[in-house]
């Protein structure tokens, strides 16, 4: 077990052990000329900055996949958790090593640097190399987001794919016209930098993660930590140890949480207005749940495709990581073009290795309720990926209501409500949830969700919060919010932010997952059939919760709003202990 003290900046440590067991293979020095039919193609790119692509290939024996997965995934199997070794997988159903070599060869051949990855082979090239081996020219287009403007690569017509990469069914990331993710919180008033929050102001929060494990029932510290588990987290955005330090000792009286950042392709910088808050919040929530785990934070320039499934591998790389968070999402519809389809597939295919080997994938389900395509047609119901993929536990959202009296630090369970409210402009903030247009249902789903027949999101929830801002109606302004919206707390440049969104959920039910990890002593994998199957009983999860996020929440088994519920805690840890009042021994 490794324990995280100081803030890395790295590409690869020991920490990510095998974060790459790849081969490099320089490109070769002649023309970017690819010989497809009698005449070499030069086409004229508008982008002089280097490509960068994944020619991702897809799993071999995918069907006795299939049916493994199924096994190791259900608790009445005997082959439940008997996960493989990352080279046990190798040798069974990743690409074959030979045909990823000559993938390699014939990129560098082309004028590209590769580099041999897991499932995919990494290729760096100029916009001319890289437009001459697709047959088309590559332009830069800029895509303005919620943490800043992207500029990415793209094809400007379709990819035309050499004879052996059609024979290999290759998928190719990082060229499509698909814009980036983006994250899934919005931040609302702060303190002055001179003030500490000392509990929460009412009942609707804001909350420390504290007065979340009492109102949850999260297993006592006494019990449970999450001590030998590495969670790992997804975003574009550097964090400020600072920040960290100050959220540890505040809320857990502790000096920090043990985490590292992993800068993969120099990262992003540290903007308190862009994906640094997001990162910020993944850190401390995960760390205030499962305080002794050890966190990794894979910082990526951008939420493109390309970076996405860059620091997914990274993370299915490092044999020490058995949770990663996704606080971010995408519309579905954006990846609804075939090449978009292939994309998703290749996503698919790194889950589902993943989830082989025991790595338990978690992503928030989305902000904008049942209505997650951020382009101006709200009025289409849509999921957002990667929540929306059956290997993902997609995470909805609630508003919480405790337990307040003044000079007390008692936040005990009142009530949830989860109903949308409008943010402007036609669109809406609330529990993203609905039924997938591009994944099939799962089998695990299926007596769930019917009348759906497709994939349905969310999995579970957990509190997100609303755009009051746990102002009792107050802080909205012209829009029209409800008086039982709350928020948490974030530590973020140097003062208390209120912020909310399933991007808290999210790495909240992480750090819960680390303590059931801690509890069993084993990896968990894709926990869906155990969730599904502790569904049916009482016993684990809260129903009955009222809200409509463009679909009702029911007494059912399962709803769009927020899947199965919200947990007892201590239940979905496997513990009989319950955190009590903030500040005491079972509550640090």
């Given at each position: 077990m490794i324990?995280?003290?100081?803030?890395?900046?790295?590409?690869?440590?020991?920490?990510?052990?095998?974060?790459?067991?790849?081969?490099?293979?320089?490109?070769?020095?002649?023309?970017?000329?690819?010989?497809?039919?009698?005449?070499?193609?030069?086409?004229?790119?508008?982008?002089?900055?280097?490509v960068r692509i994944v020619v991702a290939l897809p799993l071999r024996n995918q069907e006795p996949l299939k049916q493994f997965?199924?096994?190791?995934?259900?608790?009445s199997s005997g082959r439940y958790?008997?996960?493989?070794?990352?080279?046990?997988?190798?040798?069974?159903?990743?690409?074959?090593?030979?045909?990823?070599?000559?993938?390699?060869?014939?990129?560098?051949?082309?004028?590209?640097?590769?580099?041999?990855?897991?499932?995919?082979?990494?290729?760096?090239?100029?916009?001319q190399c890289v437009g001459a081996y697709f047959q088309t020219p590559i332009?830069?287009?800029?895509?303005?987001?919620?943490?800043?403007?992207?500029?990415?690569?793209?094809?400007?017509?379709?990819?035309?794919?050499?004879?052996?990469?059609?024979?290999?069914?290759?998928?190719?990331?990082?060229?499509?016209?698909?814009?980036p993710a983006e994250p899934l919180s919005l931040r609302g008033p702060s303190l002055d930098p001179r003030l500490d929050p000392q509990n929460i102001h009412g009942p609707y929060g804001p909350y420390m993660t504290d007065d979340l494990k009492q109102a949850y029932r999260f297993p006592s510290a006494l019990d449970v930590n999450g001590d030998g588990v590495t969670i790992a987290t997804v975003m574009a955005g550097a964090v400020h140890r600072a920040d960290i330090d100050y959220y540890a000792h505040a809320v857990l009286h502790q000096s920090s949480f043990r985490f590292a950042m992993v800068d993969i392709d120099g990262g992003a910088g540290f903007d308190p207005n862009a994906g640094s808050a997001e990162s910020t919040l993944d850190l401390e929530q995960a760390g205030g749940i499962a305080p002794r785990s050890d966190i990794i934070l894979y910082n990526i320039p951008n939420l493109s495709p390309y970076y996405n499934y860059l620091a997914y591998d990274a993370a299915y790389s490092n044999k020490r990581v058995l949770v990663v968070n996704?606080?971010?999402?995408?519309?579905?519809?954006?990846?609804?073009?075939?090449?978009?389809?292939?994309?998703?597939?290749?996503?698919?295919?790194?889950?589902?290795?993943?989830?082989?080997?025991g790595v338990t994938w978690v992503a928030a389900s989305g902000d904008q309720a049942a209505y997650g395509c951020p382009d101006g047609v709200y009025n289409k119901i849509s999921v957002e990926f990667p929540a929306s993929d059956p290997y993902i536990l997609a995470v909805g959202g609630t508003n919480l209501t405790t337990a307040h009296s003044h000079g007390s630090r008692n936040s005990?369970?009142?009530?949830?409500?989860?109903?949308?409210?409008?943010?402007?402009?036609?669109?809406?903030?609330?529990?993203?949830?609905?039924?997938?247009?591009?994944?099939?249902?799962?089998?695990?789903?299926?007596?769930?969700?019917?009348?759906?027949?497709?994939?349905?999101?969310?999995?579970?929830?957990?509190?997100?919060?609303?755009?009051?801002?746990?102002?009792?109606?107050?802080?909205?302004?012209?829009?029209?919010?409800?008086?039982?919206?709350?928020?948490?707390?974030?530590?973020?440049?140097?003062r208390w932010t209120q912020v909310i969104g399933t991007s808290a959920a999210s790495p909240d039910i992480v750090g819960l997952i680390a303590l059931r990890i801690e509890k069993q002593r084993s990896a968990l994998g894709d926990i869906h059939t155990w969730l599904y199957d502790e569904a049916r009983h009482a016993r684990v999860f809260r129903r009955g919760i009222h809200g409509f996020n463009g679909?009702?929440?029911?007494?059912?088994?399962?709803?769009p709003v927020l899947g199965t519920g919200t947990p007892f805690g201590n239940t979905f840890a496997g513990t009989a202990s319950v955190a009590g009042t903030p500040g005491t021994p079972s509550n640090p």
């Open positions: 324990r995280f003290s100081i803030l890395v900046l790295v590409v690869c440590l020991g920490l990510c052990a095998g974060c790459n067991s790849t081969n490099s293979i320089p490109a070769v020095r002649a023309p970017c000329v690819i010989q497809r039919q009698n005449t070499p193609m030069q086409p004229k790119t508008s982008t002089s900055n280097p997965l199924s096994k190791l995934s259900d608790p958790h008997h996960f493989l070794t990352r080279e046990q997988f190798a040798a069974s159903y990743a690409p074959d090593s030979a045909d990823l070599q000559k993938v390699a060869s014939q990129l560098a051949q082309s004028g590209l640097q590769s580099k041999i990855g897991n499932l995919a082979v990494f290729a760096t090239g100029s916009g332009d830069e287009v800029r895509y303005e987001t919620s943490i800043g403007a992207v500029v990415k690569p793209v094809a400007r017509g379709s990819l035309h794919l050499s004879p052996l990469l059609r024979s290999l069914s290759a998928s190719i990331i990082g060229l499509e016209r698909i814009p996704s606080s971010f999402g995408q519309c579905e519809k954006d990846f609804a073009s075939a090449q978009g389809v292939s994309e998703l597939k290749s996503f698919d295919d790194l889950f589902a290795a993943g989830s082989a080997v005990a369970y009142i009530s949830e409500s989860a109903y949308y409210e409008p943010r402007g402009g036609g669109a809406y903030w609330g529990s993203g949830g609905g039924q997938s247009r591009l994944f099939r249902v799962p089998s695990w789903q299926r007596d769930f969700i019917r009348p759906f027949i497709r994939r349905g999101v969310p999995d579970l929830a957990l509190h997100m919060g609303g755009l009051g801002f746990s102002s009792g109606g107050s802080y909205c302004g012209a829009l029209k919010c409800h008086i039982d919206d709350s928020s948490d707390w974030l530590r973020l440049a140097g679909y009702r929440t029911s007494r059912g088994l399962w709803d």
